[in-house]
């Protein structure tokens, strides 16, 4: 039988090859220690299941596993029993937790390694590879009952009605989303089934969402992060739905970075608006309390593909929340070892005094190998002998403690692994916590002086008050008075004091004593115009049961997700303030 993986004879070599450009496979690297057999990852099973989706290496450690990591950016190759997944992309030699090191201390470790790494291939598939077509049966028709899920969301195993079983294999179905995230244990599923490799097509379940379908301006979506950086995130509502949202639309604070608050592979709930037709998201002012509008089914019949809290990297199965207490290290690890979080922090990079003990170690071995051949040779050179074997022996205890030396160091390395996985899932727990603060201080803005005033409106109408003496010159005060009986509607101050950014209540205020005096209207900077029920030219205006009319003017000019205030007009004409609301919020 035909070997399905290359043994590595060059290091080097495998290195720029994993390097150049115009590679059209992911390709898996598993290395293997001599001197531990109980704990190897089986690159034989590895290679069986991921068939023609990769290239699978087998490198032992020594000399070539050196040569190896030497040739790749820092931080980014194999050791002792260990394998990593490298994209044809390229992107991991940037950044090295796109290569994520799966590490196999014991049996139990190794099982895992391999599901993990069949995983990562998986993960990188973006379209399903066409099946060859050998002179087969016709698939038929079958129907069966999705009954539990392996390999990390590449398999489910579905039950038919004989009783028989089959698998449903993530890379042959579009889109190649993990399966658990578009199916359920007790779903109903209809497909075509190959008899010879019972296996179960349900490509005719796919659904295709459409947008205008799914959400309407204002609504609170679900989008998973797919890529972040300092300024910038593209969420993916949908696969072949994904948006760029610039950093002013993440936070109002331009010191924070977009990584500070958002972690690749994070489910987020996002706003989901429209700015002058184009669809934009923005993380903006949302309440973790809100409904949420549920994200689509893939399949029909399927399960929504997001759900909230559930993350393509997960956090640590205690399911602790920020702040986070020290956990020990080997709970960390295993929640790592799972779907962990690949946050952008720095690789630990193995020591270099671990690489010259294990340099040293070969050259022992070679010094061993020498010193036997002579010994073979000069069997009847009586005290030279002798002599050699002494100094075989004075080598062999002077090998082993070298050995104990290079384990110390390896246990070293772990456990600084051990200890960044850690830092890295409470980074994790930092950003989510630090993005659902935010609403919180909104919300305490607008009950900051609940001692003050015995009501809200007291206090919006003390704010309107100093707003109109302060903006207002005094030879014009009494042209243009506060009207005594302005009206404010229900969800006016609640909208007016959630914005914390610096001096956008000050602004809304300004605007609305404008638009009271009647000064607004005269100023071409408020944009004063009716507000319409959409943006359609020829749409008539916005107008309540009781005959008020509703108008929009401006609050700010061009800033980013500049605020707007709506109003209405009595036919009496009185002025009700409605609502202060971000640019792209055209509701009443």
């Known amino acids: 039988m035909e070997q399905a993986f290359a043994v590595v004879e060059s290091g080097r070599d495998l290195a720029l090859r994993l390097m150049a450009a115009g590679r059209t496979k992911p390709a898996a690297v598993i290395s293997w220690h001599p001197g531990q057999q109980n704990n190897r990852i089986d690159v034989e099973y590895v290679a069986r299941e991921v068939g023609d989706l990769a290239e699978v290496f087998l490198l032992e450690n020594g000399p070539e596993s050196y040569a190896f990591g030497d040739s790749l950016p820092a931080g980014a190759g194999v050791f002792g029993n260990a394998a990593r997944v490298y994209a044809e992309d390229l992107r991991w030699m940037k950044d090295v937790h796109r290569s994520r090191l799966r590490m196999a201390r014991d049996r139990q470790a190794a099982t895992r390694a391999a599901e993990d790494i069949i995983d990562d291939v998986l993960s990188l598939i973006t379209v399903a590879p066409p099946k060859t077509a050998p002179v087969r049966a016709e698939p038929r028709r079958v129907q069966g009952t ?5 390999s990390a969301g590449s398999r489910a195993i579905v039950e038919l009605g004989d009783g028989s079983c089959c698998t449903i294999q993530r890379e042959h179905v579009v889109p190649p989303v993990r399966l658990d995230w578009m199916l359920d244990i007790g779903q109903p599923v209809e497909g075509d089934l190959n008899d010879e490799d019972k296996t179960l097509d ?3 379940l796919k659904t295709s969402p459409r947008l205008a379908a799914l959400y309407r301006p204002g609504d609170l979506v679900l989008a998973l992060a797919e890529q972040v950086c300092a300024n910038s ?43 002058n037709g184009a669809v934009v998201l923005s993380l903006l002012d949302v309440d973790d309390d809100a409904d949420v509008v549920p994200a689509p089914a893939l399949l029909t019949g399927g399960t929504p593909w997001l759900r909230p809290g559930r993350h393509l990297t997960e956090q640590s199965a205690s399911g602790r929340t920020f702040p986070a207490e020290a956990a020990g290290i080997a709970g960390t690890r295993d929640a790592v070892e799972q779907d962990g979080a690949a946050v952008a922090a720095p690789a630990p990079k193995p020591s270099a005094a671990l690489l010259t003990t294990q340099l040293q170690l070969e050259a022992e071995r070679r010094k061993v190998a020498t010193l036997q051949e002579l010994v073979a040779a000069a069997s009847q050179a009586g005290a030279e002998l002798v002599g050699l074997q002494r100094a075989q022996d004075a080598l062999r205890l002077e090998l082993k403690a070298e050995q104990q030396i290079a384990e110390g160091a390896r246990a070293g390395l772990e456990d600084s692994a051990a200890r960044l996985a850690r830092v890295q899932d409470e980074l994790l727990q930092l950003r989510a916590y630090k993005r659902r603060t935010q609403p919180a201080l909104k919300r305490s803005l607008v009950t900051a002086s609940d001692g003050l005033f015995a009501t809200t409106d007291e206090r919006l109408r003390h704010d309107v008050y100093l707003a109109w003496a302060k903006n207002v010159p005094a030879s014009d005060k009494v042209r243009q008075a506060l009207p ?30 404008e638009v009271l005096t009647g000064a607004a209207e005269r100023n071409p900077a408020r944009d004063v115009h009716a507000l319409r029920a959409n943006q359609g030219g020829e749409t008539a205006q916005l107008v309540r049961a009781d005959g008020a009319r509703c108008f929009r003017a401006a609050v700010e000019q061009k800033v980013a997700s500049a605020r707007r205030l709506h109003f209405w007009k009595l036919p009496d004409g009185t002025v009700e303030l409605s609502r202060v609301v971000v640019h792209d919020d055209f509701k009443p």
């Open 233 to 275: 995130a593209k969420l993916t509502l949908y696969p072949g739905s994904s948006w760029t949202v610039e950093r002013a639309r993440i936070s109002s604070n331009p010191l924070d970075g977009v990584d500070s608050l958002v972690t690749e592979g994070e489910v987020v709930v996002a706003r989901f608006l429209h700015d």
């Open 146 to 150: 999705v009954k539990a899920f392996a």
């Open 484 to 513: 005594p009986e302005w009206k404010a509607g229900p969800e006016f101050a609640a909208s007016l004091y959630g914005f914390t950014e610096p001096g956008v209540v000050a602004k809304a205020l300004k605007a609305a004593v």
């Open 202 to 204: 349900i490509n005719g």
